[in-house]
């Protein structure tokens, strides 16, 4: 079952303009919302996170913005470069017993054109 | 501070041989996952422990795959035998747990990739 679904699968940007990737998820006990960026041969890493309390967290270019009654959060990337070309993949996590454990989309090929 | 470290980078190995990786957590992490990941999806949970108690192991196959944290630091996770479809990238994942403020954040290793012919 595909609780995280991720879109677009691969996305083109010139360099300084906005990239967005969405992500919806259906189970309601996720309170948790990473996301992550992962190089070619590398892990993935932790890029910006959210909790459901509230409904926009914005570190540097990076922006999360939630809805929970859609049960949506998207990434924002502002002023898009070059050097932001990667693979990024939003999560959702539970807590209780299953602290812990993430749920990650399929990801989204980013290419910023220079 | 050095990362998580994960052994060997790469494996190639024929169908029905065993294989195993290695992982070394960041130091003082408590929290260790092994993920897989499948050519384009994300990472998926195969098991996590708590210091040397596997807590969640429900997506592990264990018909053919093992996996233990002796004395609560390294990990290795066994596949025996192998099959065509375990052709992955295993990844190894570490936190600490935070009681007090919600989720931790899983640094990830750079991953095994196993090719299985």
């Known amino acids: 079952q595909q609780q995280v679904k991720q879109s677009p699968q691969s996305l083109i940007v010139q360099k300084g303009g906005i990239s967005i990737i969405n992500c919806a998820y259906e189970?309601?006990?996720?309170?948790?919302f990473p996301w992550y960026q992962q190089f070619p041969g590398k892990g993935p890493a932790l890029l910006i996170a959210?909790?459901?309390?509230?409904s926009e967290k914005k570190e540097g270019r990076f922006t999360i913005s939630f809805n929970k009654s859609a049960k949506q959060f998207s990434l924002h990337i502002m002023d898009s470069q070059p050097g932001d070309s990667a693979t990024y993949f939003c999560?959702?996590?539970?807590?209780?017993?299953?602290?812990?454990?993430?749920?990650f989309g399929q990801g989204t090929i980013l290419t910023v054109h220079p | 501070e050095a990362g998580v470290v994960q052994s060997p980078r790469y494996k190639i190995i024929e169908k029905k041989q065993p294989v195993a990786f290695w992982c070394n957590p960041i130091?003082?992490?408590?929290?260790l996952y092994w993920y897989r990941q499948n050519l384009g999806q994300g990472p998926e949970l195969l098991i996590r422990?708590?210091?040397?108690?596997?807590?969640?192991d429900s997506q592990l196959p264990k018909d053919r795959f093992s996996a233990e944290r002796l004395k609560g630091v390294d990990s290795t996770l066994k596949i025996q035998p192998a099959e065509l479809g375990d052709s992955a990238v295993y990844l190894c994942?570490?936190?600490?747990?935070?009681?007090?403020?919600?989720?931790?954040?899983?640094?990830f290793g750079p991953g095994t990739r196993l090719t299985v012919l």
């Open positions: 994942a570490s936190s600490t747990r935070r009681r007090t403020s919600g989720a931790d954040t899983q640094y």
């Open positions: 189970n309601t006990a996720f309170d948790y």
């Open positions: 959210i909790r459901p309390d509230v």
């Open positions: 999560a959702a996590g539970e807590g209780g017993t299953s602290y812990g454990k993430l749920t």
């Open positions: 130091s003082g992490h408590n929290t």
């Open positions: 422990y708590e210091n040397e108690e596997a807590v969640d």
